[in-house]
């Protein structure tokens, strides 16, 4: 079923794409400006571009179709729901489990997992899948928050531009962190040396971590670590960069006989919820094999 909206311009002289923008809050920007560019938005009756410039008096129409089936596959895999509504969910994601299908990892994905528990989603941007707000790499457990629908996908995803969700990981690094808290500040971009792996670099994008140590060891020190941006391998790339290696990170460091993943962990998760714009906070223990390493090192 099509559902079609009918607004008249009461003030000329913006884009039609920010038009319906301001007024179709549970469409993301992306969504409204291809429905625009396939003609499923008209202006007096006709195609424009999502540039288009409206003007007072006129009328659009949106016709808003129904999400298509995804060509992803739903997979019966046993999720960890943290918390669970109409709009979200929030997963304690296992260290192994990829979160999106991608080259070399085509299914058994967290996306995958979630179509099957979600049979009803209602979809984003037009097609029938979970809303993947973040991520989280595939050997780093821990919580992630998956939206249902438009509206949820688009607010979470203001906030995390905005930088208002909470995100606290723990993490086990080499030696011993000094100073014990500190701001990383150093921009992090594709490795000059080595296209699949990422570094920190001049020219690549903003990236800020903060971190305490909780506990010094004699070779290690337990951390804890809040990200402010979040960008590929932000934590793994940082502490390396500081001679600070995770451990068990095989691509930035070394791996580790005690463990067959980097000793990480998205332990906190806030973030204000869509629907009642309340501040939700929700935590995550250490798993057990990071916590038998612990003890190890502890010994």
């Known amino acids: 079923m099509i559902c079609t909206m009918t607004f008249e311009v009461e003030v000329g002289g913006e884009r039609l794409d920010r038009f319906l923008d301001s007024r179709c809050t549970d469409l993301s920007r992306s969504r409204i400006q291809a429905l625009i560019s396939d003609g499923s938005a008209t202006l007096e009756g006709k195609s424009a571009k999502p540039s288009t410039k409206v003007k007072q008096g006129q009328k659009i129409v949106l016709h808003i179709p129904e999400p298509e089936e995804s060509h992803l596959l739903p997979q019966d895999i046993d999720l960890d ?23 070399g990892h085509p299914d058994g994905t967290l996306v995958n997992a979630v179509l099957a528990h979600c049979p009803d989603l209602q979809g984003i941007g037009g097609t ?45 690094t080499h030696g011993n962190v000094t100073p014990a808290e500190a701001i990383i500040n150093a921009p992090i971009g594709r490795s000059n040396a080595n296209r699949q792996r990422m570094a920190v670099v001049d020219k690549g994008r903003e990236a800020i971590t903060r971190y305490r140590v909780l506990r010094h060891f004699q070779s290690h020190s337990f951390v804890e670590i809040r990200l402010t941006t979040g960008r590929t391998h932000q934590i793994r790339v940082h502490f390396a960069s500081l001679g600070y290696p995770l451990v068990g990170d095989a691509t930035y460091g070394k791996p580790d006989s005690r463990l067959n993943r980097q000793f990480l962990h998205a332990t906190t998760l806030g973030f204000t919820h869509p629907a009642d ?23």
């Open 81 to 103: 729901i943290v918390y669970e509504d109409s709009d979200l969910l929030v997963v304690d994601k296992p260290a192994g489990m990829t979160v999106h299908p991608a080259p």
């Open 128 to 172: 029938v899948r979970p809303g993947i707000v973040h991520r989280l790499d595939r050997d780093t457990s821990g919580l992630l928050v998956v939206a249902k629908n438009d509206q949820a996908h688009r607010a979470l995803s203001e906030q995390l531009k905005a930088r208002q969700f909470t995100k606290i990981y723990l993490a086990l």
């Open 277 to 299: 714009n309340e501040y939700r906070e929700f935590s995550s223990p250490l798993p057990c094999e990071l916590q038998a390493c612990l003890q190890f090192i502890e010994a």
